[in-house]
């Protein structure tokens, strides 16, 4: 009797769902689950998730005061709202869930530290235990830092926006649990830069993985990889048996609908037998091989830009829902 795709990947890969969307979970029970501002903003304006929304808007204005401004309760109850969806999820999985730090805290260590513990915090405040927690940060090397000094505290992290060797590299260097390289962005970079269209193993963002991948492997780097951001089956196919993979629910549906022999792409084994050069990383190395990737320079400016734009969104569409909600509640004397 043969499986669907999704059923065979599992067998190589812990499968985590990339979405907001709780209701999807609960169809593909994935073992972890990831989110970020883009999602939350999207999952917040479904109407089976306003009462999460409304919930955390109320709490927020609470904690603030009748004084507060409502861009005041919006910004902190935004930063709430993650962690809400987080609780809901892990209901949910199994494993895992990351949460992230505010994206325009990117290039400063010691904000990206303070938010994180902030995070851990709350999630502390409710007994939900720090090993089914991933604070995910940008993968700058202000971010690196940060996620170092948080590693060592016992906060486990996800770096996201990774485009290049050498944020991975580094990543692993500074004893971070998790990392999420970014496959279906890289392609999008490769396909409008040189007006090519790339398939299977020669697609430029399963090339990435593959090489961030073995390299860590070779080594015997702790770090887990986990793609991300996935355009098409395809791109999962060719990195079946990286540590993770987080999938869209739609490319979910696309693999349990799908029959067809799946074989292991990455292992370990492979990686260790391989020849690789030892890159010995610090931040002149990191900031020149940075330079000198114009596709790493440009989409990780470019991911930090939209998932900040985001947050702005989603702070003005939280403002605006206070202001209905409280225009509801008649004044008191």
Not at 278 to 293: G, T
Not at 314 to 333: C, G, H, K, W, Y
Request: charged share 25%.
């Amino acid at each position: 009797m043969s499986q669907h795709l999704l059923e065979q990947l599992r067998q190589y890969t812990v499968v985590v769902a990339d979405t907001g969307d709780i209701e999807a979970m609960e169809k593909f029970r994935p073992q972890d689950a990831t989110t970020n501002p883009s999602l939350i903003t999207a999952a917040a304006q479904m109407p089976q998730y306003q009462p999460i929304v409304d919930g955390v808007l109320l709490e927020a204005r609470k904690e603030l005061g009748d004084s507060a401004t409502g861009a005041a309760v919006a910004n902190l109850a935004f930063q709430r709202l993650a962690i809400a969806f987080g609780k809901k999820i892990l209901e949910i999985v199994p494993g895992r869930v990351s949460t992230e730090v505010d994206a325009r805290l990117s290039y400063d260590t010691a904000a990206t530290i303070a938010q994180a513990r902030a995070i851990i915090a709350q999630y502390d405040a409710v007994s939900i235990g720090r090993d089914r927690i991933l604070v995910k940060i940008a993968s700058t090397w202000e971010g690196i830092q940060a996620a170092e000094v948080l590693e060592r505290e016992g906060i486990h992290c996800n770096l996201t926006l990774l485009f290049g060797l050498h944020q991975a590299i580094a990543c692993a260097e500074a004893g971070v649990t998790l990392i999420s390289p970014f496959v279906g962005r890289i392609l999008d970079w490769y396909k409008k830069d040189t007006g090519k269209e790339y398939s299977g193993a020669d697609d430029p963002g399963v090339r990435s993985v593959t090489r961030i991948y073995n390299y860590l492997k070779h080594f015997g780097f702790k770090t887990q990889v986990m793609g991300a951001s996935f355009r098409n089956v395809g791109e999962i196919l060719e990195l079946a048996g990286s540590d993770l993979l987080t999938i869209s629910p739609q490319l979910l549906a696309e693999l349990e609908a799908t029959e067809a022999v799946l074989p292991r792409k990455l292992s370990p084994e492979a990686a260790k037998a391989m020849h690789i050069e030892r890159i010995v990383m610090d931040r002149d190395v990191f900031e020149f091989m940075h330079d000198a990737d114009r596709m790493a320079h440009d989409k990780l400016k470019e991911g930090i830009q939209g998932f900040s734009a985001a947050l702005v969104k989603l702070e003005s569409l939280l403002a605006a829902r206070l202001a209905e909600l409280e225009s509801r509640v008649p004044a008191t004397a």
